[in-house]
């Protein structure tokens, strides 16, 4: 089982695995390639919550 964050944006497909970067990550991706300002991006990054990926073992 793996934990990861998924972008906010309705379209984009981007994930992250949680961890202790993951907020970070997600934050410089949506300011990179979503261009919003840094302080929006933190706050969305921060609300999102860690999804499961369960796979077949």
Known sequence: MREYLTCP???????????????????DHIVSEHELPEISASFHANNLRPERDYQAA
């Open 9 to 27: 944006s309705p379209r984009c497909r981007h994930t992250v695995t949680a961890g202790g970067r993951a907020v970070d990550q997600m934050t």
